[in-house]
T-cell receptor, first 115, second 113 residues
Framework: KAGVTQTPRYLIKTRGQQVTLSCSPI?????VSWYQQTPGQGLQFLFE???????NKGNFPGRFSGRQFSNSRSEMNVSTLELGDSALYLC??????????????FGPGTRLTVL | GEDVEQSLFLSVREGDSSVINCTYT??????LYWYKQEPGAGLQLLTY?????DMKQDQRLTVLLNKKDKHLSLRIADTQTGDSAIYFC?????????????FGAGTRLAVHP
């Protein structure tokens, strides 16, 4: 079974631009979560999508948005990029079974650099 | 609110045991996890423990859970240079009808000869 894939792996943008990152979950996984990882703030939860609906959201400004398609693939978008948005963006998928152990499987991440 | 705390750094000599500690706040946790992140990679699940267990052993890894103190630890026996990585503790609990996962900031483990 293929793992979680994220594209692109590396991205360089300038302040004010917008960016779209893509995540393909493991086949059969319906939940996709996004995280931002920076040296100063650690791993911070952005949002989670389940069956095309955002069901949980972290404390990030509205410039960060996402969506999930019917095939469970997910995209996240960051508009009006700021220098502080430079980070490793990780995507994770899970089966999201009710009342059960749910391992999150992580992709390798997209390294975004904002100049 | 929910919070998971870990010490940021740990340095050990090759062959010694490493103990990484974590505290969490939500008493309704269902599962607690340890993830490992190697340089340039995503997070990989190392092991997990159900909240009604006290201990779990998996080869060189031993997880201890003290529910009263909300304290979780990961012991790595015979630590090797390949164990150098960032280790994340995470707790999951029910929130609004589904499992929510909260991560700690990660502990950077450095193994030196």
């Amino acid at each position: 079974k293929a793992g979680v894939t994220q594209t692109p792996r590396y991205l360089i943008k300038t302040r004010g631009q917008q960016v779209t990152l893509s995540c393909s979950p493991i086949s059969g996984h319906r939940s996709v979560s996004w995280y931002q990882q920076t040296p100063g703030q650690g791993l911070q939860f952005l949002f989670e999508y389940f069956s095309e609906t955002q069901r949980n959201k972290g404390n990030f400004p509205g410039r960060f948005s996402g969506r999930q398609f019917s095939n469970s693939r997910s995209e996240m978008n960051v508009s009006t990029l700021e220098l502080g948005d430079s980070a490793l963006y990780l995507c994770a998928s899970s089966l999201a079974r009710v009342a059960s152990y749910n391992e999150q499987f992580f992709g390798p991440g997209t390294r975004l650099t904002v100049l | 609110g929910e919070d998971v705390e870990q010490s940021l750094f740990l340095s050990v000599r090759e062959g010694d045991s490493s103990v990484i500690n974590c505290t969490y706040t939500d008493s309704s946790s269902t599962y607690l996890y340890w993830y490992k992140q190697e340089p340039g990679a995503g997070l990989q699940l190392l092991t997990y423990i159900f909240s009604n267990m006290d201990m779990k052993q998996d080869q060189r890894l031993t997880v201890l859970l003290n529910k009263k103190d909300k304290h979780l630890s990961l012991r790595i026996a015979d630590t090797q240079t390949g164990d150098s990585a960032i280790y994340f503790c995470a707790e999951s609990f029910w929130d609004g009808g589904y499992n929510k996962l909260i991560f700690g900031a990660g502990t950077r483990l450095a193994v030196h000869p």
